[in-house]
Antibody
Framework: EVQLVESGGGLVQPGGSLRLSCAASGFTFSSYIMNWVRQAPGKGLEWLSY????????YSADSVKGRFTISRDNAKNSLYLQMNSLRDDDTAVYYCARFSGSGTSYRDLDYWGQGTLVIVSS | QSVLTQPPSVSGTPGQRVTISCSGS????????VYWYQQVPGAAPKLLIYRSNQRPSGVPDRFSGSKSATSASLAIRGLRSEDEADYYC???????????FGTGTRVTVL
């Protein structure tokens, strides 16, 4: 069974840093493109970042470029999101999610984690 | 501010057919498949439609997707109370090199 489990969320002050993790199991993690998506309270879904299976290709939303960094460790079946210079409007539930395959025909996010809550507040 | 526009809300009575529109541009919907996600309050989103009109196993055939030029639609026929949720369209935007979600539509069953 495919499972994605996020961790690392919590309360952090504005300007602070946090590192989120996503533990993957039930599939060959090293073969899949992974993403981070967030949802602010009462708001819609916002895609944040994409990392290819080999980490060679990374895309990020303009809203987090230069502040958030996606990475992965295929040996540990883990995905990460390093978040720096956090702002109040980064408060959200953060999800990791998998593209169903590689290639442009497989950009459906077929599995999602349960999410981890990040609260940025003084 | 999303590049994909959806109506904020849609409602219907049980058994009715409702549709949700998703409007984009040539750099996103016009050049890629459209995906639809359902999110029940308090839960993670769930894939509903992939490659514009395909249903994952386990998704009832009451749900159907279509795409034409720079717009897409999700139809729910035989509306049921358990269909009350938020629905998001999504696709890849070549100009932004980003995955983009629609603004989201709340479906209410009256």
């Amino acid at each position: 069974e495919v499972q994605l489990v996020e961790s690392g969320g919590g309360l952090v002050q504005p300007g602070g840093s946090l590192r989120l993790s996503c533990a993957a199991s039930g599939f060959t993690f090293s073969s899949y493109i992974m993403n981070w998506v967030r949802q602010a309270p009462g708001k819609g879904l916002e895609w944040l970042s994409y990392i290819s299976s080999s980490s060679k290709t990374i895309y990020s939303a303009d809203s987090v470029k230069g502040r958030f960094t996606i990475s992965r460790d295929n040996a540990k079946n883990s995905l990460y999101l390093q978040m720096n210079s956090l702002r109040d409007d980064d408060t959200a539930v953060y999800y990791c999610a998998r593209f169903s395959g590689s290639g442009t025909s497989y950009r459906d996010l077929d599995y999602w984690g349960q999410g981890t809550l990040v609260i940025v507040s003084s | 501010q999303s590049v994909l526009t959806q109506p904020p809300s849609v409602s219907g009575t049980p058994g009715q057919r409702v549709t949700i529109s998703c409007s984009g541009s040539s750099s996103n919907i016009g050049s890629d498949y459209v995906y639809w996600y359902q999110q029940v309050p308090g839960a993670a989103p769930k894939l509903l439609i992939y490659r514009s009109n395909q249903r994952p196993s386990g998704v009832p055939d009451r749900f159907s997707g279509s795409k034409s030029a720079t717009s897409a639609s999700l139809a729910i026929r035989g509306l049921r109370s358990e269909d009350e949720a938020d629905y998001y369209c999504a696709t890849w935007d070549d100009s932004l090199s980003a995955y983009v979600f629609g603004t989201g539509t709340r479906v209410t069953v009256l």
